[in-house]
């Protein structure tokens, strides 16, 4: 009967540790040379037209063709300064302080921030 407990307990305490961890899973962001990264290192922006905290983005369409939204995935969870907004087509963004995240299709690699600065509306996100 001991053992029985026993192996209930380490069961029980390994499901809810995984459970937890997914609940509060971190959004796929990085911090690299005073800036915010996606997993792979590349550059996140923040799009001045998106009002922070209104939950929606302001680039749709051909906008979100060069500048790719940070998308979250099934299941992620916002955790402390991350959040998620939903896109006018559906889908899950990350934003960090209420706006929205994305990428810059003309940065070619890692801490390219070739967008910083475009058109006077997007910039670097930083931490």
Known sequence: MKIRFSFASSLLAVLLAGSASLAFAE???KVSDGMLTNSSGMTLYTFEKDAA???KS????????NWPPLMA???????????????????KQ???KGKPLYQWTKDQKP?????????????????
């Open 27 to 29: 959004a796929p962001v």
């Open 53 to 55: 905290g209104s939950g």
């Open 58 to 65: 302001a680039c749709n369409g051909p906008c979100a063709t």
């Open 73 to 91: 995935k099934e299941g992620d969870q916002p955790s402390g300064d991350y959040s998620i907004v939903t896109r006018d087509d559906g889908g």
């Open 111 to 127: 801490g390219d921030k070739t967008g910083d600065g475009a058109n006077n509306v997007w910039h670097a996100a930083k931490p």
């Open 94 to 96: 990350w934003a960090y």
